[in-house]
């Protein structure tokens, strides 16, 4: 009875007019990813029943993301696919419900995620799921997986994800020939204006605080690995409304890279949006994925259905 009651704290929001569901112990969550793990079986067609997209072929995110590997396959450019769990989902005992939580790490809860990923590799795509990674340090004593008062993940978040996805990078033969290059690190408690905090409207409740690790480093666009996707790939990055510059995904990568990478983020829809920026990239250079090797797309697990649609979108000119 668990995701009824998720669905129910979905909608109540969305009456309310909020975008926030209160949970325990000072968390917040985000009604539309509560409505997304509620939602069931979202491809196939299943998809366009439980989806937000604009159109109703646009619902199903299956064949915009072969799509997508199928074009870059072509051009000799690998994909991993990053999705970002659900906060809801490393952290059920965190959202009001009626079930008391008694195991230190709950079960895993996104079944039809699971399977989702399932489909993908056996098409060949290469996932990286989270999820166990996430769980086994929900209670890291120096910071948890997600920010309390925000949408995001947290900063030790991203350098957990970055050191998974290391190994993938590591062993491939085009990695030896990339110059490398020593990145200094620097690890600081930052205050954040979260935005479930500001939409909660509470001036007087008090900001949350977290370690980032912040590194120097720059994107570099001739570099040949990309990371695309949406905020996940912006946030603690990109500053202002992300929170600090130097301390994101794509730093983190740089720093244990040897490297910086290529960054096409977007504040918006990591489904399609992102896509489109990056034709935009190549478009502006014709030589653009001559210098690829691979593309690491990254983005909110919610955006399976709370996207406003999976297109498919050419990615070179």
């Known amino acids: 009875m668990l995701f009824p009651q998720w669905a129910e704290l979905a909608e109540t929001a969305a009456q309310q007019e909020t975008i926030v569901v209160e949970g325990r112990e000072g968390w917040l969550f985000f009604g539309p990813e509560l409505r997304h793990v509620s939602a069931g079986k979202f491809w196939g067609e299943e998809a366009a029943a439980v989806s ?11 064949p915009a993301i072969l799509d997508f590997h199928d074009q870059l396959r072509e051009l000799g450019v690998e994909l991993i696919v990053i999705p970002v769990p659900p906060k809801a989902i490393v952290y059920p005992d965190k959202v009001p419900s009626s079930i008391e939580w008694s195991a230190e790490v709950p079960p895993r809860l996104d079944v039809q995620h699971q399977a989702f990923y399932a489909l993908l590799r056996e098409n060949g795509i290469d996932v990286l799921d989270l999820t166990e990674i996430f769980l086994s340090n929900r209670d890291h004593p120096d910071s948890h997986m997600y920010c309390q008062q925000d949408t995001h993940w947290s900063g030790m978040a991203t350098t957990l994800a970055a050191a998974q996805i290391m190994p993938t990078i590591r062993s491939r033969a085009w990695f030896l020939d990339v110059p490398k290059a020593a990145f200094s690190e620097e690890w600081k408690n930052v205050e954040i204006t979260g935005d479930l905090w500001t939409a909660l409207e509470e001036p007087s409740r008090p900001k949350e605080q977290l370690p980032l690790r912040f590194i120097g480093s720059e994107p570099d ?12 790939t912006l946030v603690f990055h990109a500053g202002g409304d992300m929170h600090a510059e130097g301390a994101g995904l794509a ?11 290529d960054l096409v983020g977007v504040r918006g829809s990591g489904a399609t949006a992102a896509r489109i ?8 250079d014709l030589d ?6 691979l593309v690491i797309w990254c983005f909110a697990a919610r955006e399976f259905t709370e996207s ?6 050419p990615i070179a000119p």
């Open 52 to 62: 937000q997209a604009r159109r109703p072929e646009w619902a199903d995110p299956l």
């Open 221 to 232: 666009p001739e570099s040949p690995v990309v990371l695309l996707g949406d905020s996940h």
């Open 251 to 261: 730093d983190q990568l740089a720093f244990d890279l040897g490297f910086p990478v």
């Open 277 to 284: 920026n990056l034709l935009r990239r190549a478009q502006a």
């Open 288 to 293: 653009y994925w001559a210098k690829k090797k």
């Open 308 to 313: 406003d649609g999976w297109r498919e979108v």
